[in-house]
């Protein structure tokens, strides 16, 4: 049978929800756009502000401190008001800070601007792949959530080219005094875009059956999945709904605490393992194996291309090999090519294509894995009831650690050194290896009902455990 005749037998339509999910996920090149800008403008702005290696860090980190709080209140808001609202109010702040970003006379007022739009980030980051789970089938659903981690990749890699013509249009001292500031000032483009289409995407089902709104949740999961299936997974919705408290508590029975730990855990790894310092300060890097400010700057931009290919790799295999399989593969991959990139630092070996060649096969290895696979886990693993806040409580763990990693890597390499920086790296690549083979269940062609319910069986299994 056909891919078209099976969708049509589903009653699937997939073009409308594919569509919605694209909308939604312009939120993900938001993230990228906006936590990638400052690769390219952080050089001008530590000649422009005088920036030390602490300065610097906090530079490139304080968008991380509003990304906390965004994501903190981003669960609790969208569980009250609903996604498609909170996602709207993400894009208002994700343009005021890029506006904001784009002006200041001080690098303390810069520091603020990044901070609201961090804000804006932190909510869709979180909001974006739990909406598109909640609207999308069971079989597509790892596909149409990880066009999240696409948006975020295009953003990535648009920004590198942004960033490398910007400073293409000026001489050094125009660099310093205002490319930084178009670099910023332009994501107010991509901001506004997203606003306007998001007003014409529906709320989240899952969201209105669980607010009393049953027939509009009907009319959207209908669309979606045609009028059997439709019937079908609302009666599901219903059941696990009437079965849940809503209260946050539920997240610490025995089963679903599980789900906690891996929610929280696989969002810290997903950061610490090394793909933003790469991210991040990329220029920088390359400019420590030899390169001049040109070449780091082309060098990036291929890393950003080696990122955009990976992860449309990773969309088409991630519903046919299986989230855990592609975390496991990737998580390998990761850890061997990290490490001999802190080999090579520490041999001095870092002239030629090596160091590149090296962070191409782990820039690669994290975008089929760890990239999308992550935020795709977060959204499918929580109860309906509390979805939203419990995937705050590993938006926030993720940010945390995100903030972690920016604010220390320039004070790393100055201090310890590329090399031991690098094998940290390594070494808790290997660690995210390890937890995924104990602990991270395999989700593939799963409802998000079917998922619930196996967590809630560890919680019966336990609590007839304990009475006996």
């Not at 810069?110 to 961090?118: D, E």
């Not at 060098?299 to 291309?305: C, L, N, S």
Request: with cysteine; aromatic share 10%; charged share 10%.
């Amino acid at each position: 049978m056909s891919v078209l005749s099976r969708q049509q037998a589903e009653g699937t339509n997939l073009g409308f929800v594919t569509l919605v999910s694209i909308v939604a996920a312009i939120g993900g090149l938001l993230f990228g756009y906006d936590t990638a800008v400052i690769s390219g403008a952080i050089v001008f702005m530590q000649q422009k502000f005088h920036l030390g290696p602490g300065m610097q860090g906090w530079a490139v980190s304080c968008l991380m401190i509003g990304a906390i709080v965004g994501a903190g209140f981003a669960g609790f808001l969208s569980d009250r008001f609903g996604r498609k609202k909170m996602l709207i109010v993400a894009g208002f702040l994700f343009v005021i800070g890029s506006i904001g970003s784009a002006l200041p006379a001080t690098i303390t007022e810069f520091v603020w601007a990044r901070i609201v739009g961090g804000i804006g980030i932190g909510i869709s980051s979180t909001l974006v792949p739990l909406y598109i789970a909640e609207i999308a089938p069971a079989r597509h659903r790892g596909s149409l959530v990880s066009l999240n981690q696409l948006a975020v990749v295009i953003g990535i890699s648009a920004i590198y080219f942004v960033n490398m013509w910007v400073a293409n249009l000026g001489s050094p001292a125009w660099d310093i005094q205002s490319a930084w500031r178009w670099m910023f000032g332009l994501g107010v483009v991509p901001g506004g875009i997203f606003i306007i289409l998001l007003l014409f995407v529906p709320e989240s089902p899952r969201w209105l059956e669980r607010h009393g709104l049953g027939d509009r949740a009907l009319q959207i999961l209908t669309r979606v999945n045609g009028p059997t299936r439709a019937r079908v997974e609302l009666s599901e919705i219903r059941d696990t709904l009437n079965d849940e408290s809503g209260h946050i508590g539920l997240l610490f029975r025995p089963g679903f605490r599980v789900a906690l730990l891996v929610g929280v855990v696989l969002a810290i790894l997903q950061q610490v393992t090394g793909i933003n310092a790469i991210m991040y300060y990329a220029p920088e890097i390359f400019k420590q194996t030899g390169a001049g400010t040109n070449a780091s700057l082309i060098e990036t931009v291929i890393t950003g291309a080696d990122n955009l290919v990976f992860t449309l790799i990773s969309l088409w295999l991630i519903d046919r090999v299986g989230r855990k399989v592609l975390l496991l593969i990737g998580s390998a991959f990761m850890t061997v090519s990290i490490a001999i990139v802190g080999y090579a630092f520490y041999t001095g070996n870092t002239a030629g294509p090596l160091v590149l060649v090296l962070i191409l096969v782990f820039v690669a290895a994290f975008a089929v894995s760890f990239g999308p696979i992550v935020w795709l886990v977060m959204a499918e693993i929580f109860p309906t009831s509390i979805r939203g806040r419990a995937t705050a409580i590993a938006s926030v763990a993720l940010w945390i650690a995100d903030y972690a990693v920016s604010q220390s890597f320039p004070v790393l390499l100055n201090s310890v050194g590329a090399s031991s920086t690098f094998w940290t790296f390594g070494i808790l690549s290997l660690v995210a290896f390890i937890f995924t083979l104990a602990l991270v269940p395999e989700t593939k062609g799963k409802t998000l009902e079917e998922i619930e319910r196996a967590w809630g069986r560890r919680n019966t299994q336990s609590t007839s455990t304990t009475g006996r």
